[in-house]
C-alpha cells in the first residue's frame, strides 16, 4: 500500500513540536544520548578536569533550539553547544579559587557569586614572595654565617640557593602560564605535570616543609623574644655556664607550645585577620632592611660605639662584667675589677689566677669599626670550629697558656655547634624559600599568566641582591669575632645585625620579631589548606578525613595535624636543626618542578604551549641537579630520609591510590618509552634466550557479558607471573554500532576478573558479524609492533558434541589452523573448572609431561614456569616419552637426562614402550560410531539448511510484493524460473515425501557403513596412548600432552575432535601443547 507523507515547512518546524509523539520519541532520544554521554565520559570511573569548552551541565533546550538556522546540528547541541552561546564564557573565564574538585560542573549554579579577582602583580605575586623569603635567617643567623664562612664562601653559598630558586622559578613561570592554575599552587602544578603519583609524594613533602618552616619561624620569634628583648622573661635558668643550652631549649619548648597553640586559635577563629595583618609584617621586614643599609651608610662617616672586651685573641662576654680591664685605678688606689673575680679565686691583687688570664693582657677594639676601615679583608676567608671552641680573633698577639681542664666557668663567648661548609648551607637554604607565594595566590590574580613570571623573577632577583649586598655590607663593616658570636654576647647580648641598624639597634629587633611572628602564622594558614587540596583531590585515602572543615570551608581537622606536626619541630628547639629538615622538603619540592617542566618541554606535548617563553630544558635540567645536589650538600641522611618519605607516599598511592588520568608529562614519558622500546624490539625477533609465552587469552562470555571461565585468568596468572605480555580477548557476535554498551560492559568484567585475579595485562574485546572471523581477527591484530602474542591459550569446548552448538568444534579447529599458520603456539586446557585458583596449594603431587613429538621445547618451558609460582611450587615434575618396537628405551632415558641436565631442570625421566599390536574390536566400535555419529550431523544439518532456504524463500517473496510495481518486476525478471514463489498442496505434500525417502534412504546407509582405516589407525593410537597415560599419570595434578594437528582435509574435522577427547579421556587437568615451530628453548648460556 502506498505510504503517505506530509511535507512541513521549514517555518512551521517549530509547531509540529508540539505533538504528544514527537515529544516522546524526542525524550527517548535524550535520555538515549544522556546515556550514551555518560558511558563516555565516565565509563573508565575516571574523573574528568572541568572546562568551560564542553559543558556537561543541562542547558536551556528552548534556547538552544530557537535557531532555524542551524537546524542541521540541532540534535547535537546537547553535547556540543553553539560557540555563540560559549564566547562569553571562554573570554571571561577566570581561574577563582574551586577547592580542588576539578569536575565541578554540577556544583556551577551553587557557587555564590564571587568578587572578580583583581590583584595585580606588585600586590599579589611581588610582595607576598618578599615577604615570605626575607625572614628569620637574615635578621638571625646571615651575620653568624658570614663570619664562620667567611664574605667568599657566603657568596657561593648565597649564589648557589638563590641560583637553585631563580631556575626553579623559570620552570615554574613556564608550567603556570601554561594554562589556568586554580587554587592550590605548587602543589597543583606538580601533580598536573607529573601525575597523582608525583604530585601526592611531592605535595605531602611541600606540606611537611611549610609545617617545619612555621616551627622554625616560631622559634626564631622565641629566640628574639627572650635573647634580646626581655631575658628576665625566662623560665628555666642556668646555675652554671654548660647549662645555659640546655635551659634554653627547655624555654623554647614551653614557649613555643604556647605560642603555636595561640596561633592556632588566632588561624581557627579569624584568618581574614591573618591576611590583614600580612601587609603590616612585610612593612616591618622592609622597614628593617632599609635600617640596615641606612647604618651601613652611616659607618662610612661615623662608626657606632660597640667595644669588645678581648683577652689576648679571645673574645670575652660581658654579661658577667661591666669594665674591659684586669683593674682600675681609683683615688690612687688600685682595685680589681669584676672580671679579675671571674679568674682569679679573690679580689686581691696577690690572688691565683688562670695562667692564661696572668700571661695576656686584656685590650678593648671597636665591634663595628665602619665601611672604611678595611676589615673586610680579615673577614674574606673561613673560620670553622668545633662545638665548645672560643671565638677567637686573627691576628691578634696572644700567649698560649698550659692545657686548661675546663674552660666552662670563664666569660669566653663559645659556640654551641660545630660548624663547617655543608651544614651552613643548610640552615641558609630556608631564607630563600617562599618562591611559591605567588603561584599559591593564582585564583586571586587578575592576569596570572603574566603575573606569576613576572612577579616572582623580580622578588628573586631583588632578595638575591639583598642577600649577596647584606654579605659583602657584613663582612665590610663588624668585626670577625662579632660575626661569628651568634647571640652577640661581646656586645651585652644584642642582636648583632641591631648593631649595625640606624638610627638603633631596636628597629631591627622590633621589624625582626613581627617578620617572624607573621610569617608563622601565614605558614600556619597555608599548610592547612595545602594538605586540605590534597586530601580533597581524594588520591592519598587514609588523610581523605582532613579534607573536611568548617561550612566555610576553613580546614579544621587539618589545622590540628599542622600544629601537632609543628609541635615535633617545636620540641626539637634549636632553629639550627630544624632548618635544615625543611630545606630537604623544600629542595624536594624545587626539584620536581624543574623536573615537571624539563619533562614536559622534551616531549612537546601538543597541549605544552606555555606564554612564558624564556625558559628550556636545559635550565630546568640544570636547575633539578642543583636542588638534588643541595639536598645531599646540606645533610645526606636527611635527604635520604626525605626520599624514603617521598617514595613510601609515591608507592602507596600507586598502590592505594584513587586512579586519577591529569594528562600528566609522566605518562607522556612513558609512552614515549614504550614506542621507543617498541621500536627497538621490532628491528629484530627474540632470541631463543629470551622467548617466553606472550599470551594472547580467548575468553567466552555469556549473554550478561560475564566470564564463563573465570579459571583461565587464574591460570594465566600462574604462568606468567606478572611478566612478558599477556592479551585477554573475547568476541562478541554482532555489529560494532548496536554493540558499544555490551562491548563496553564486557570490557569492564573482564578488567575487573583480571584485577581479581592479578592478570596483569591488556583487554581487547573485538565485535564481529560471526565469532569465527572475530576469533581470526584477535590472532593476526592483537598487539603492536614487536609486542606481539606468540602463543594463544583457550579453554577446550566442552559442549561440542551438542547438536545446537555445531559450531564450536568447527571453530575450535579452525582456531588451531590459525595458530599453526600464523607460528604461534597454542595452548588448550581441558577441564578448565578444575584448574585451581590463585589462593590454592598444592603441597604435593607431579605434573606429568607427556612428550610424544618435538615441539621446540614448549612442553619443557611450562612446567619450569607453572613452578615457579606459589600454586604449583611444590609440585615435582615427570616426563615420559614413548618408545616404539625398533627404539632403545635405554639409551633413549640417559639421553633425556643429559638433555635435562642440560637444560639445567630438575626432573624424573621415564621411557614408556608402547608395542605393535592389533587392532580391537573396541576401537572399531568406537570408530564406526564416531562416523556414523558424523554422517548423521550432516544429514541433520542438511536437511535443516534446505529448511532455511525454504523459509528465506518464503520471506524474500513476502518483502517483493510490498516492493512498487517496478521494482517487483525486475525482481521477478532476476529470479530464476525454476524458484517457486508459492506454495500449493501438492508441492508441500510432494517436498514432504521426498524429504521423508531421502533421510530414510541416507539412514538406510548410516547403518550399513564401514569404518575408515585412516580413522581406525588414528582412533587405535589415541585408544592406546590414552591407556598408557592413564596408567602413569592419573593421579597427576597436571598432565601436559602434544596437541596432534588437525587433518589436512576439512571433512574430517569433527573426528579429529573425537581423537582429542578419546585422548585425554579420564584425566582431570589436561593442557594440550601445541609448538609455534621454533626453538623456545636452549642448552646454551
Sequence with gaps: MPTSFTVVPVDAQGEEQGSPERDEQRQEEEEEEENCERDRGSGDGIARESSPFITSAKMDRGNVYEGKNMALFEEEMDSNPMVSSLLNKLANYTNLTQGVVEHEADEESKRKEVKLPCMGTFIGVYLPCLQNILGVILFLRLTWIVGTAGVLESFIIVFMCCACTMLTAISMSAIATNGVVPAGGSYYMISRSLGPEFGGAVGLCFYLGTTFAGAMYILGTIEILLTYISPSAAIFKAEEVDGETEAMLNNMRVYGTCIIILMAIVVFVGV??????????????????????????????????????????????????????????????????????????????????????????????????????????????????????????????????????????????????????????????????GIMAGSNRSGDLKDAQK??????????????????????????????????????????????????????????VIGSFFSTCGAGLQSLTGAPRLLQAIARDGIVPFIQVFGHGKANGEPTWALLLTAGICEIGILIASLDSVAPILSMFF????????????????????????????????????????????????????????????????????????????????????????RYALLRVEDVPPHTKNWRPQLLVLLNLDSQQLVKHPRLLSFTSQLKAGKGLTIVGSVLQGIYLDKCTETQKAEENVKSLMGVEKTKGFCQIVVSPNFRDGISYLIQSAGLGGMKHNTVLMAWPESWKQTENCFSWKNFVDTVRETTAAQQALLVAKNIDLFPTNQERFTEGNIDVWWIVHDGGMLMLLPFLLRQHKVWRKCKMRIFTVAQMDDNSIQMKKDLQMFLYHLRLNAEVEVVEMFENDISAFTYEKTLMMEQRSQMLKQMQLSKNE????????????????????????????????????????????EKHKNKESNVSGFKDIFNMKPNQSNVRRMHTAVKLNGVVLNKSQHAQLVLLNMPGPPKNRKGDENYMEFLEVLTEGLDRVLLVRGSGREVITIYS
Excluded at 647580648?493 to 628597629?507: D, H, I, K, M, Q
Design 451 to 508: 603575573s606569576i613570571p613576572t612577579g616572582t623573577i623580580l622578588a628573586i632577583a631583588t632578595t638575591s641582591f639583598i642577600y649577596l649586598s647584606c654579605i659583602v655590607m657584613f663582612g665590610a663593616c663588624i668585626e670577625g669575632v662579632i660575626l661569628r658570636d651568634k647571640f652577640g654576647e661581646a656586645v651585652n647580648g644584642n642582636l648583632v645585625v641591631g648593631t649595625l641598624a640606624w638610627p638603633s639597634p631596636w628597629v631591627i
Design 272 to 433: 581574614k585577620y591573618v591576611n590583614k595583618l600580612a601587609l603590616v609584617f612585610l612593612a616591618c621586614v622592609i622597614l628593617s632592611i632599609i635600617a640596615i643599609y641606612a647604618g651601613v651608610i652611616k659607618t662610612a662617616f661615623d662608626p657606632p660605639d660597640f667595644p669588645i672586651c678581648l683577652l689576648g685573641n679571645r673574645t670575652l662576654s660581658k654579661r658577667s662584667f661591666d669594665v674591659c680591664a684586669k683593674f682600675i685605678e681609683s683615688n690612687n688606689e688600685t682595685k680589681t675589677t669584676a672580671l679579675w673575680q671571674l679568674f682569679c679565686d679573690s679580689s686581691l691583687l696577690n690572688a691565683t689566677c688562670d695562667d692564661y688570664f696572668s700571661l695576656n693582657n686584656v685590650t678593648e677594639i671597636q665591634g663595628i669599626p665602619g665601611i672604611m676601615s678595611g676589615v673586610l679583608i680579615d673577614n674574606l676567608w673561613s673560620t670553622y670550629s668545633e662545638k665548645g671552641s672560643i671565638v677567637e680573633k686573627k691576628n691578634q698577639p696572644s700567649v698560649p697558656g698550659p692545657e686548661e681542664t675546663k674552660l666552662g666557668g670563664f666569660p669566653y663567648v663559645f659556640t654551641d655547634i660545630m660548624t663547617y661548609f655543608t651544614m651552613l648551607v643548610g640552615i641558609y637554604f630556608p631564607s630563600v624559600t
Design 587 to 674: 629542595l624536594m619540592c624545587y626539584m620536581f618542578v624543574n623536573l615537571a617542566c624539563a619533562v614536559q618541554t622534551l616531549l612537546r606535548t601538543p597541549n605544552w604551549r606555555p606564554r612564558f617563553k624564556y625558559y628550556h630544558w636545559t635550565l630546568s635540567f640544570l636547575g633539578m641537579s642543583l636542588c638534588l645536589a643541595l639536598m645531599f650538600i646540606c645533610s645526606w641522611y636527611y635527604a635520604l630520609i626525605a626520599m624514603l618519605i617521598a617514595g613510601c607516599i609515591y608507592k602507596y598511592i600507586e598502590y592505594r591510590g584513587a586512579e586519577k588520568e591529569w594528562g600528566d608529562g609522566i605518562r607522556g614519558l612513558s609512552l614515549n618509552a614504550a
Design 947 to 990: 529448511r532455511e532456504r525454504e523459509a528465506q524463500l518464503i520471506h524474500d517473496r513476502n518483502t517483493a510484493s510490498h516492493s512498487a510495481p517496478v521494482v517487483k518486476a525486475n525482481v521477478a525478471a532476476a529470479v530464476p524460473e525454476k524458484v517457486q514463489m508459492t506454495w500449493t498442496k501438492e508441492k508441500f505434500v510432494a
